[in-house]
């Protein structure tokens, strides 16, 4: 079934369209949402209360840009609300003042995505939320100030405080 007849049948509730767009992208959904929870049982709900948005709010996508982003959209939003009900997000450091400097932080080493996520699980949940956002997701600072209630300076010091983590970790377990 192609991408646009799933959407047109999706906006006619069929059931059968929305099992086939539930088995096609919750694999990925799922990941989106298991990189914002502390565990997979928080996922697995961001995840089945975002397709519960994706087929309420179907009738809002507009058909320009992608279908997935539309649906990952969702689903990041879903998580962060999870995420802000069920653990408050602290921001540690909120009082660093960065550098203008690169700090040549790559995280495409070799290493696997298994220990990726296992490493993202270490960082606090400011740290980790804002490190998802930009660099995973590709949120600019201000859309981040925007959908956590943060200051864009608050979203900066973050994302370098959680690359420096990020960085002691990875030497910590020789990857680096």
């Given at each position: 079934?192609?991408?646009?007849?799933?959407?047109?049948?999706?906006?006619?509730?069929?059931?059968?369209?929305?099992?086939?767009?539930?088995?096609?992208?919750?694999?990925?959904?799922?990941?989106?949402?298991?990189?914002?929870?502390?565990?997979?049982?928080?996922?697995?709900?961001?995840?089945?209360?975002?397709?519960?948005?994706?087929?309420?709010?179907?009738?809002?996508?507009?058909?320009?840009?992608?279908?997935?982003?539309?649906?990952?959209?969702?689903?990041?939003?879903e998580a962060?609300?999870?995420?802000?009900?069920s653990?408050?997000l602290?921001?540690?450091?909120?009082?660093?003042?960065?550098?203008?400097?690169?700090?040549?932080?790559?995280?495409?080493?070799?290493?696997?995505?298994?220990?990726?996520?296992?490493?993202?699980?270490?960082?606090?949940?400011?740290?980790?939320t804002?490190?998802?956002?930009?660099?995973?997701?590709?949120?600019?600072?201000?859309?981040i100030?925007?959908?956590?209630?943060i200051s864009?300076?608050?979203?900066?010091?973050?994302?370098?405080?959680?690359?420096?983590k990020?960085?002691?970790?990875?030497?910590?377990k020789?990857?680096?």
């Amino acid at each position: 079934m192609t991408e646009q007849l799933l959407i047109e049948r999706l906006k006619q509730q069929d059931r059968v369209a929305q099992k086939a767009l539930y088995d096609r992208y919750s694999p990925v959904m799922f990941a989106v949402c298991r990189r914002y929870s502390t565990t997979r049982e928080d996922a697995e709900e961001a995840l089945v209360s975002g397709f519960y948005k994706v087929f309420a709010q179907i009738h809002s996508f507009a058909g320009t840009g992608s279908f997935e982003g539309w649906i990952r959209r969702i689903m990041v939003n879903e998580a962060l609300m999870l995420l802000r009900k069920s653990q408050p997000l602290v921001f540690p450091g909120d009082d660093f003042q960065p550098s203008n400097r690169e700090d040549g932080f790559s995280i495409e080493a070799d290493i696997s995505a298994r220990e990726i996520l296992s490493l993202l699980e270490e960082l606090p949940n400011g740290y980790r939320t804002v490190f998802n956002l930009y660099v995973l997701e590709g949120y600019k600072h201000q859309e981040i100030a925007d959908l956590l209630g943060i200051s864009i300076n608050t979203s900066k010091s973050q994302l370098i405080l959680a690359k420096e983590k990020m960085k002691q970790l990875l030497k910590k377990k020789g990857i680096v």
